[in-house]
Nanobody, 123 residues
């Protein structure tokens, strides 16, 4: 079982940046595909980005392409989401998720989740 803890959320101005981290403990982090999701008030949880076990493949939702970058450091058991050019529409609770088998955009297919970190973008 892997445990995930997100950090790095906060308040940013439009056009600003934040870097989210997902720290993992427990089983071998490198055996898990990692996904980032977000959920805004009154909305369903939506896919943001994912990265495969070794970091060789990444995928992004269209609305973050060119602005967000997902990465991982298996030696440090962490995954990160660098978020640039933030807009108020990026305001949400951001979650990291992990799964040893699944690699995709469906939130309900990931077996392990962190508690989330709030990102607020406002002037």
């Amino acid at each position: 079982q892997v445990q995930l803890v997100e950090s790095g959320g906060g308040v940013a101005q439009p056009g600003g940046s934040l870097r989210l981290s997902c720290a993992a403990s427990g089983r071998t982090f490198s055996s898990y595909n990692i996904g980032w999701f977000r959920q805004a008030p009154g909305k369903e949880r939506e896919f943001v980005a994912l990265i495969t076990r070794g970091g060789g493949t990444t995928s992004y939702a269209d609305f973050v392409k060119g602005r967000f970058t997902i990465s991982r450091d298996n030696a440090k058991n962490t995954a990160s989401l660098q978020m640039n050019s933030l807009t108020p529409e990026d305001t949400a609770v951001y979650y990291c998720a992990a799964d040893q088998r699944y690699f995709g955009i469906r939130a309900n297919a990931y077996h392990h989740w962190g508690q989330g970190t709030q990102v607020s973008v406002s002037s």
